[in-house]
């Protein structure tokens, strides 16, 4: 069940989307989407009597076998090792999940017009993504699967946090998130084989080079790939709204197919300088206060602002006046 499969670990809000569709725009390679919502909560492919099931049979054994809520991605503590019986569910459920995911926004089309056979879609190799706290679950899977492979996508720390803080999430909880997650994604890439970590920003500034790195560390052969997929997204633009690019029309999570050399002018290489504009002082300190020393082992560099409090605007405006002899 399942030889050799690929499992992409990165952020939300880190552009592992991206990443996802050009790895499954190989004919090789089908994708079941994040790991987290194969057992919980509801994925495009789950009716309510689904996700009901999901938390009984999948989710709550693994809970109940680990003591702890195991394949949440908001969970960033240490993953203990499983036992025989949950590592057999694990995967089974991998297994069932990628012979089922003949879906338009998964494994519908294996190029333009092609649509696999449940037979092709059996014989391909599994891609899951592995979001926050789930990354820290690798040496698990690594046991399960021996021969999986392992992409680490990396992103600059205050772009991440500028897409949670846009959604309401705590800057110094997001901070403490993105240092435990990329601190695991370093320690894996120094130890393990098959691991290979990837910066966002190169990713976009020069995709196609990325992406024939990253596919000969993963074994496939890209002679048959002619044209890669991505999904619709929205985008942050030059004032700040987030909403689908141009008059791409259709809707978000559309596949898309384009010829593998027109992949740059289909990426912004600019999105992380508009997205960290974005962000309030505040939001920026209070993120570097905890994952400043992972941006900086990350090799990212960013600018720390600290931000000017009420309390300390008033005593500069009292001192001002008591030194100047007209404020009387």
């Known amino acids: 069940m399942n030889d050799g499969p690929i499992f992409v670990s990165g952020f939300s809000r880190g552009g592992t989307t991206i990443l996802m569709n050009l790895i499954a725009s190989h004919p090789d390679v089908c994708t079941v989407g994040e790991t987290h919502q194969l057992f919980k909560g509801s994925n495009i492919l789950d009716s309510p009597f689904q996700i009901a099931r999901k938390a009984v049979f999948r989710d709550l054994p693994v809970i109940l076998a680990t003591g702890q809520d195991f394949l949440s991605p908001r969970n960033i503590s240490d993953r203990p090792a499983i036992r025989d019986w949950t590592r057999n569910l694990v995967r089974r459920v991998f297994a069932q999940s990628k012979s089922g995911s003949l879906h338009e926004h998964l494994n519908r089309f294996k190029a333009p017009g092609e649509v696999y056979e449940q037979s092709e879609i059996d014989a391909a190799r599994m891609l899951a993504k592995n979001l926050d706290g789930t990354v820290l679950i690798t040496d698990v899977l690594r046991e399960i699967y021996p021969n999986c492979h392992f992409v680490g996508l990396t992103r600059h720390g205050l772009a991440v946090c500028e897409g949670h803080a846009r959604r ?46 990253i596919f000969a560390g993963l074994n496939l052969n ?9 999904q619709q997204r929205k985008i942050v633009t030059t004032n700040g709204d987030h909403r689908l690019p141009g008059d791409s029309g259709g809707s978000e999570w559309d596949v898309r197919w384009l010829p593998v050399d027109e992949l740059p ?23 570097l206060q905890q994952a400043a020393s992972t941006m900086t082992a990350l090799r990212y560099e960013y600018e720390q602002h600290t931000p000017v409090s009420a309390e300390s605007v008033k005593s500069s405006n009292s001192r001002s006046r008591s030194q100047d002899p007209q404020a009387a």
């Open 265 to 287: 002018s289909h990426l912004d290489p600019n999105v992380n300088e508009r997205q960290i504009s974005q962000l309030s002082d505040k939001n920026r300190a209070d993120f």
């Open 222 to 230: 890209t002679t048959r790939l002619e044209q890669v997929r991505l």
């Open 168 to 213: 309401g999430r705590d800057a110094t909880q997001v901070g403490k998130l993105y240092s435990r997650v990329a601190g695991k994604m370093i320690e894996d890439s120094q130890t393990m084989d098959n691991y290979q970590l990837v910066r966002f920003e190169d990713l976009m500034a020069n995709p196609v080079e990325e992406l024939q790195k």
